[in-house]
């Protein structure tokens, strides 16, 4: 194993590390998430990264730590070694435990070897996680063309954040929680916590008030979400389903910001059919171009290092992908998707809830292109003739909304 210079070390520290640190791992912080995607952090992320193979090899590098072993992942099929094998890598990273602790202390990712196989079972049950479609599906469509229901005029973050939020407390807490947001400004603020792993205290008082209000739901296990799902599903004492739905309800902000994305680019690209399976696509596009995890860690069970894959390296390494700075959905359609695309993770530890977030997102987009045509008005510079941006602002995007007349709303 190669070890990195000194002098490389603090480039990896600056210019890798230290933005995805400050624009909030676990809740982004909007001044942040401005000012990196003025500077095209990580652009400058995949240059660093890729300068780095040409001088060490494609090897795991070494950087130097002191009182710590890390090691970045530089090349594709070392990805995919890492993440599929979960005894020796495990998901449950010493940073990750201590920020993810914050608000879901139970929580499936951050599990011991022991407890990981019956939350992960339980999991992928009430997510229906093997079937492309939820067997609650039809339900979830519903909720959607209720919910989405854009207007002429503009159309920011904040608009479609508040009906994204309704959405998700109604698919997976049930429609008595529809206008509860106060469940969610708590969830916030324990995100903001986390944000500084242990080196904020936890705040257990506050944790347990909002385990409270998650339980409540849980309890009630209204017909048609996913709190029924878990009512249905045997469980041991030690799943503490309210921490897994903590988990959903922190994920689903992610699928959020993909979904608002996704509406970007299928904006600035007119000629992308509207079909699911294009629109899934663009979703998945929307993640890999600017993920929303970028930073994946694991740590070796054998001797405590820590391995750090980076994402958007892998997403946007234009030295390995002739798309890496185009939008093309289509290669999530015919197989050209590079193995080292991780949207939603991979292997065992492959996120759960996959195929529902991507098709709760995909009938989003639906159902708001459905009779209204949107014009991104804040970044000119998807313009479908130009490589994309490095950086996204998820929270800076702006749309002008018109709605179609009678005649050029689709029909079937």
């Known amino acids: 194993m190669a070890r990195a210079s000194v002098l490389d070390t603090l480039r990896v520290a600056t210019t890798a590390l230290m933005p995805i640190v400050a624009r909030g791992a676990l809740l982004r912080r909007p001044s942040m998430v401005r000012a990196q995607e003025k500077a095209d952090a990580d652009r400058r992320l995949v240059r660093l ?26 090349s594709r099929e070392d990805v995919q070694h890492v993440l599929s094998d979960v005894v020796t890598y495990t998901p449950a990273n010493v940073e990750k435990r201590h920020a993810l602790a914050h608000f879901q202390p139970d929580g499936l990712l951050i599990s011991d070897a022991a407890d990981r196989p019956h939350r992960r079972t339980f999991t992928e049950a009430v997510l229906d996680t093997h079937s492309s479609v939820h067997a609650l599906g039809d339900v979830f469509a519903s909720k959607v063309d209720e919910e989405v229901t854009p207007t002429a005029g503009r159309l920011d973050w904040d608009d479609f954040a508040a009906s994204w939020w309704r959405l998700v407390r109604r698919i997976v807490l049930g429609d008595s929680a529809a206008d509860d947001s106060l469940l969610i400004e708590r969830l916030k603020s324990l995100r903001a916590n986390a944000n500084w792993s242990y080196f904020h205290r936890e705040e257990v008082e506050h944790r347990e008030i909002f385990l409270r209000h998650v339980r409540s739901y849980v309890d009630r296990a209204e017909p048609g979400s996913l709190a029924a799902r878990i009512a249905a599903q045997p469980a041991a004492a030690d799943v503490h389903p309210e921490s897994q739905v903590a988990h959903w309800l922190f994920a689903f902000d992610a699928a959020g910001m993909a979904t608002f994305q996704a509406l970007a680019l299928l904006a600035s690209h007119p000629s992308v059919p509207r079909d699911q399976d294009h629109l899934r696509a663009s979703v998945l596009e929307s993640v890999r171009l600017w993920p929303t ?20 390296f892998f997403h946007r390494d234009d030295q390995r992908l002739s798309y890496a700075n ?15 695309l991780i949207p939603f993770s991979d292997g065992p530890a492959v996120c759960p809830g996959r195929n529902l977030v991507l098709f709760i997102a995909a009938k989003t987009l639906s159902a708001m292109f459905l009779e209204h045509d949107f014009m991104l008005t804040s970044h000119p510079q998807l313009a479908a003739d130009e490589p994309l941006p490095g950086t996204l602002n998820p929270l800076g995007l702006r749309f002008a909304v018109t709605a179609r007349t009678v005649d050029e709303v689709p029909v079937g």
């Open 293 to 312: 995890t970028p930073l994946v860690l694991r740590d070796s069970a054998a001797d405590g290092s820590t391995l750090l894959i980076l994402a958007p």
């Open 326 to 340: 185009a939008f093309e959905p289509e290669v999530w359609l015919d197989g050209r998707a590079d193995h080292a």
């Open 49 to 74: 990264l890729q300068r780095l193979r040409d001088t060490y090899g494609e090897d795991r590098l070494r950087l130097r730590v002191p009182g710590r072993s890390i090691s970045l992942v530089l």
